[in-house]
């Protein structure tokens, strides 16, 4: 009786220094190290997109061959959601809860996002910055019109892409019938009301609006009433799996307009083979700059990239990866090694004009959407990128006005 007395006083004594220990311990970070993660699709129907949180280690193994951030090398956790909302919630509960992550970057779905975001919210863990527009702090506002105190976004809204590249199609190539093909949700209906928005503003209308399910395989029918308005130009808001029957089934019908497309396709290279390379003259917005750009930080990751991890492929997606990464690492940077989520957020809301790799970003306590500025690229011979227009923002945009 007195050995089973004694093994419970040991047990409950272990639980104990268990919780008074957890209790004392810093979130997400100590003396060593601080702990990043991103989810994303390893596996499953999107995995070209894990490359976006592959593209996050890089960046950590450059920071802490370079030191680290204040004495503290970065941690850095992938994990599989197999682009499943379902998945998503449980690798970050697992993330948060076992291995006590300070905080998320990246993650490509939108649903998975959404899945998450409230959890994350909840217990206070910095996710900066999420790798779509499905999560922006535009739309997704708490009840006193705030953003999420712990999101801060980059990514640009779906809304000013289309109207961007719309007023390069008009004023820049000279396209006066314009059409769009989009997918039938959200992120394809943003397409479609940044088009009609910059159309407008010209007193145009879409010649041909055409919408297709996610799942769908054949687009015959859609793409003949295309061809028929006698669009020139024509948007392309789908995912890559209705691009290449999009692109397949006009070759087939000898339609042959302009194709412009949303940022999710500019990895030229992969779309080239996609497609059978038939992207070739696609235009797309881009939220990365070319890979083979002599820009001095593109040219850093290149060759680190060489070094660090020479088995991955050299992509847009995964330069995209690092930055994503890089507006949290730059606030660590500045946070100083009086570490918190806290004192994070404070340098987070001062960026002004921040420049990485991507569009300068300005954040501030009531805006965490911190830049609505894209590239236009163009897809050359071999899946090669040509820079058509430098970093370009939506002056039409009104959430920049509240």
Not at 165 to 178: H, M, P, S
Not at 224 to 237: I, T
Not at 277 to 293: H, Q, R
């Amino acid at each position: 009786m007195k050995k089973a007395l004694i093994a419970v006083m040991i047990v409950c004594s272990f639980f104990l220094m268990t919780i008074l220990a957890y209790a004392e311990a810093k979130p997400g970070f100590d003396d060593k190290e601080i702990r990043i993660a991103q989810f994303g699709p390893q596996t499953g129907p999107a995995a070209p997109w894990g490359a976006v949180a592959r593209g996050g280690a890089l960046l950590a193994a450059v920071v802490n061959a370079e030191g680290g951030i204040h004495g503290r090398k970065i941690k850095y956790f992938i994990r599989d959601d197999q682009y499943n909302p379902a998945v998503a919630q449980m690798v970050v509960k697992e993330l948060v809860e076992r291995e006590g992550i300070f905080a998320f970057t990246g993650g490509v779905s939108g649903a998975g996002g959404h899945a998450v975001k409230d959890y994350l919210a909840q217990n206070k863990i910095l996710w900066v910055v999420p790798g779509t527009a499905a999560l922006n702090t535009v739309a997704d506002r708490d009840k006193d019109g705030m953003p999420s105190r712990y999101r801060f976004c980059s990514y640009p809204l779906f809304e000013d892409e289309a109207s961007i590249v719309t007023k390069y199609a008009v004023e820049k190539l000279g396209y006066k019938k314009i059409g769009i093909v989009y997918q039938n949700d959200v992120f394809g209906k943003g397409g479609l009301a940044g088009l009609r928005q910059r159309l407008a503003n010209y007193k145009m209308k879409p010649v041909e609006e055409v919408s297709m399910e996610p799942t769908e395989k054949d687009l015959s029918s859609q793409l003949l009433r295309m061809k028929n308005s006698g669009a020139e130009c024509v948007l392309m808001w789908v995912s890559p799996t209705l691009a290449i029957i999009t692109l397949k089934t006009s070759q087939t019908i000898g339609y042959k307009p302009q194709w412009i497309a949303f940022d999710g396709l500019s990895d030229y290279q992969m779309m080239q083979k996609i497609t059978g390379g038939l992207f070739e003259g696609v235009i797309t917005a881009a939220f990365v700059p070319p890979i083979d750009s002599k820009d001095p930080l593109v040219s850093k990751y290149r060759e680190a990239a060489k070094k660090y991890t020479p088995e991955e492929r050299w992509g847009t997606y995964y330069l995209a990866g690092v930055q994503f990464l890089e507006p949290l690492i730059e606030a660590l940077k500045r946070t100083g090694p009086k570490l918190s989520t806290e004192a994070v957020i404070v340098e987070l809301n001062k960026f002004k004009k921040w420049k990485g790799l991507g569009a300068p970003i300005t954040w501030t306590p009531q805006i965490h959407q911190g830049t609505d500025s894209v590239q236009i690229q163009k897809c050359g011979p071999g899946g090669s990128y040509i820079l058509l227009q430098d970093w370009t923002s939506n002056e039409l945009a009104t959430w920049k006005k509240k």
